[in-house]
């Protein structure tokens, strides 16, 4: 009997080879390690690289509280990481490239792909539930290409192929290859600032052109409302509105910029740079971490530059800033600003806010 046990086990074991054999042997399917692009589990990814042929790096890593950071030094964007965590979920295999296609697809993919490393955290034993000994590993490497001649599907290679495939993502009409950029300016968040009322212990807001509109706010957390002070002579401004008060305390909850612009010209740039800045803003927060940004005016543009008639010096809509302590030189706009840019007058009671444009 136990003898008759050990037989059928066998028996079953060699069926199940069996079958693997075939399936894989298969000349209607695909070899599934060249053609594996899509990752099941994207919450296992720990770090993505990607780079082109024109020295473009980029390293992506998760960090706490699933917080991506970009070449380690700037916070990711959540909606790119987050769709492009989707795109490798999605991700599916059209067909392999034809034989005539081939050579010249091959040619492309060496001249321009973007190779994409992933990185996931996988057990050494997982088999039957049982997982044990998780660490990190390099678990794909592939390389994406440009777009078919439909615009409906990519190409792509795996490492140590050289089989390419055509790849596309449901639902999508177009190609994924713009989704796959190192590009870094692409991938870092555009935050200027995000706090909370709670996590403001002090604001300054100067206006080195008309100082009487230039004010600080000190936010007296536990000790009573916060106060507005006349800058820089610091003398407390009386019969504030307390709701404009805390409106502006408010309006620093999701603060962003609309572009990075590093790499303007940087004759252009350094002449906006070297003018007197429009706005100085700067955030204390109750750890006494300062933030400082300053604002520029930026030229109308060109057959824009009237207001009701009137003639105007600057764009209305957009500025430029200095953002991060001066190292990025970015574009914001009026619409996202107006709810910040206050001045001393506005917080008295029964009055407006005069117009800085």
């Not at 030094?73 to 999605?90: E, G």
């Not at 305390?249 to 004759?267: G, K, Q, T, V």
């Amino acid at each position: 009997m136990k003898k008759n046990k050990y037989v059928i086990i066998i028996i079953a074991i060699l069926a199940i080879l069996a079958l693997v054999l075939v399936w894989t042997k298969s000349p209607s399917t695909f070899h599934r390690t060249n053609s594996n692009f899509a990752v099941d589990d994207t919450g296992s990814i720990t770090k993505i690289f990607m780079s082109d042929k024109n020295n473009n790096n980029l390293k992506l890593v998760r960090g706490e509280k699933n917080q991506w950071i970009v070449n380690d030094k700037y916070t990711a964007q959540k909606n790119n990481i987050d769709l492009l965590l989707k795109t490798m979920h999605d991700l599916e295999v059209k067909e392999p490239v034809s034989k005539s296609a081939h050579n010249n697809v091959i040619r492309e993919l060496a001249a321009s792909a973007v190779k994409v490393e992933i990185y996931q955290m996988v057990y050494r034993i997982n088999i039957f539930g049982l997982k044990l000994f998780r660490h990190e590993k390099l678990n794909k490497v592939y390389y994406v290409g440009g777009s078919t001649q439909s615009n409906r599907g990519t190409y792509m290679l795996m490492k140590n192929s050289s089989e390419p495939f055509i790849t596309f993502l449901p639902g999508l009409r177009g190609f994924v290859s713009p989704r796959y950029t190192p590009i870094e300016k692409y991938w870092r968040d555009y935050t200027i600032f995000k706090k909370d009322p709670r996590e403001i212990a002090a604001i300054t807001i100067e206006y080195p052109e008309k100082e009487d509109f230039s004010f600080s706010l000190v936010n007296y957390r536990g000790s009573g409302l916060p106060r507005i002070f006349s800058f820089p002579e610091n003398r407390e401004i009386p019969n504030c509105d307390t709701l404009k008060v805390f409106s502006i305390l408010n309006a620093f909850r999701n603060i962003n910029y609309e572009a990075l612009l590093n790499d303007m010209d940087s004759h252009r740039k350094d002449s906006v740079i070297a003018s007197p800045p429009f706005c100085i803003i700067s955030l204390k927060d109750t750890s006494a971490r300062v933030s400082t940004i300053k604002i520029y005016h930026k030229a109308a543009v060109a057959g824009s530059d009237e207001y009701y008639g009137r003639k105007v010096p600057y764009d209305l809509d957009r500025m430029y800033a200095l953002v991060n302590d001066g190292k990025d030189f970015v574009l914001v706009q009026y619409f996202v600003f107006d709810k910040v840019l206050r001045t001393r007058p506005f917080f008295l009671r029964e009055t407006g806010n005069p117009v800085m444009k």
